[in-house]
């Protein structure tokens, strides 16, 4: 069997997934322990996101074409890759939270809804709380105005009742 035989199925797994996912994060994962990296997957896991490790000319070859073809460039080294399917932001946060414990984790770079962001950009991306958390936040401010008007006008009727 030739080689490129054996790559195939590889590249069209990284190809399954680039189709799927909204994002990708690269980082350099070198010098992390056993321990660590176990956690790290899990925590990706939980958030909904793939995490893998494959060789840089089989991502190379299967971003070509993509939306991720952009991160080509950022190849080399130790480079494992992390696909946000159902969240666009969570590879990055996820990266981002655990990179506070592990010094050693790096990111290389990033592709968040087609756009392309270096290793600072993408922290940047990362420190972006959830869609859930925003639209909380955006629905607590919304309503706040509309309970202290009913606080005040409450206490309005409460005095008004005292006074009679």
């Known amino acids: 069997m030739a080689k490129i035989e054996l790559k195939q199925p590889v590249v069209e797994e990284i ?3 680039a189709e799927k996912a909204t994002s990708a994060v690269l980082v350099d994962y070198r010098g992390l322990t056993v321990a660590e990296d176990t956690e790290l997957r899990k925590k990706l ?3 909904g996101v793939v995490y893998k490790v494959y060789k840089n000319t089989m991502l ?3 971003f070509k074409g993509t939306a991720f073809e952009a991160l080509s460039k950022d190849l080399n080294g130790p480079t494992a890759v ?3 399917v159902e ?3 969570a590879p990055a946060r996820v990266l981002l939270e655990c990179s506070k414990t592990m010094p050693k984790l790096e990111y290389k770079s990033g592709v968040v809804e087609g756009v ?3 290793s600072k950009g993408i922290q940047t ?3 972006i709380p959830s869609r859930e958390v925003l639209i909380s936040k955006l629905l607590g401010s919304l309503q706040a105005p509309i309970a202290n008007l009913a606080r005040v006008l409450k206490q309005i009727a409460e005095k008004k009742e005292g006074q009679a």
């Open 15 to 17: 190809k399954g997934y």
């Open 45 to 47: 896991r939980a958030a």
């Open 60 to 62: 190379n070859f299967a």
């Open 82 to 84: 992390a696909f946000g």
């Open 87 to 89: 969240d666009a932001t």
């Open 116 to 118: 392309y962001y270096d």
């Open 125 to 127: 991306i990362g420190s």
